[in-house]
């Protein structure tokens, strides 16, 4: 995962420092946009009954609203560049889920995501000038797009009706740096748990497809769907193994901690027992309408 981040950084830096030097040849584009839509988790909580599949593990509970809002620089009429933030609302329960290990478990999260960086659209059909005896199908435009952007996110859970900020109470053990005896496919091994909390900041690689239309010539409006790829495992505050504090001799950090890592009926917590699934990041995709209008100074014409 580092190597390909690494990868896609060095390449959209590239783009976007050819797109610029192109770009002061011609007259700058200049565009505002704003957006509101939808988006739906996919981490270690809730989901369907194909659990860890990825994405086919959808859950139509887990909807929730996004928004976007930012500046666009359009370099030529077929690549431009945005500066923006995308905030989502995502959230997970496993008490919605179809697959019954999930449903046992019965954790729960909501995390807001503010995210804010680049994107660099590529337009495979690209916006042609504007008239008005346009027909319908020439005013549509299409776009490729994907960038890199840096995000806040604080999951909490609930409890008896009342929600608790999860990553102070390290409930997997996160702080300790203690080490147990783990057996994977039958093999043994120590598993030492994380020496710190979580960093409620992360980074995340988008990747999508747009469709524009032109109502007239300055503002356009269009959907735009995106899979967010991100560096955490932590967004629902679930990735690893449960971790008995008590057990290990030694204090959690919250008298909270144990009941909102366990709440499984009748099931004590067991040290090293699998709760998540840290072979794979967190994820979301959101679908947004958006409109974009050009300032004055934009140059409608094509070049």
């Known amino acids: 995962m580092k190597n390909y981040m690494k990868t896609t950084v060095m390449l959209l830096a590239f783009v976007l420092f ?6 002061q040849r011609g007259m700058a584009k200049h565009v505002v946009y704003g957006g509101v839509g939808g988006n739906m988790f996919f981490g270690d909580l809730g989901g369907s009954e194909n659990a860890g599949h990825a994405f086919s593990d959808f859950d139509v509970n887990s909807l929730r609203p ?14 431009s560049v945005r500066l923006g933030t ?10 919605n889920s179809k697959n019954e290990a999930r449903k046992a478990r ?10 804010f960086g680049f994107n660099i ?10 008239h008005s005896n346009m027909t319908a199908g020439d005013r549509f435009s299409m776009y490729f797009t994907t960038g890199f952007s840096a995000f806040k996110f604080n999951p909490q859970g609930s409890l008896d009706g009342q929600w608790y900020d999860l990553q102070p109470l390290c409930t997997e053990g996160q702080g300790s740096n203690y080490s147990y005896k783990q057996q994977l496919n039958g093999i043994s091994y120590v598993y030492t748990t994380e020496s710190k909390p979580y960093s409620l900041t992360a980074f995340e690689i988008p990747v999508g497809l747009g469709f524009n239309f032109m109502v007239d010539s300055r503002i356009t409006v269009g959907l735009e769907l995106g899979v967010h790829f991100t560096t955490t495992d932590y ?7 449960y971790f008995n504090w008590s057990d290990a001799g030694l204090e959690p950090p919250s008298d909270m901690t144990n009941k909102l890592a366990n709440k499984r009926e009748n099931k004590a917590l067991k040290t090293g027992e699998k709760r998540g699934n840290s ?13 974009r209008y050009k300032l004055p100074s934009f140059s409608s014409g094509r070049r």
């Open 18 to 23: 050819a797109g610029f030097a192109y770009g």
């Open 66 to 79: 996004s928004f976007t809002l930012g500046y666009e620089y359009r370099f030529y009429r077929n690549l």
């Open 86 to 95: 995308v905030i989502s609302r995502v959230a997970g329960d496993d008490a």
């Open 106 to 115: 019965n954790l729960n999260f909501r995390s807001n995501i503010v995210t």
């Open 121 to 130: 659209d590529y337009y495979l059909v690209p916006e042609g000038s504007y």
């Open 235 to 241: 967004i629902d505050d679930c990735s690893g193994y």
């Open 279 to 291: 072979g794979y990041n967190d994820a979301y995709v959101t679908a947004l309408i958006i409109a």
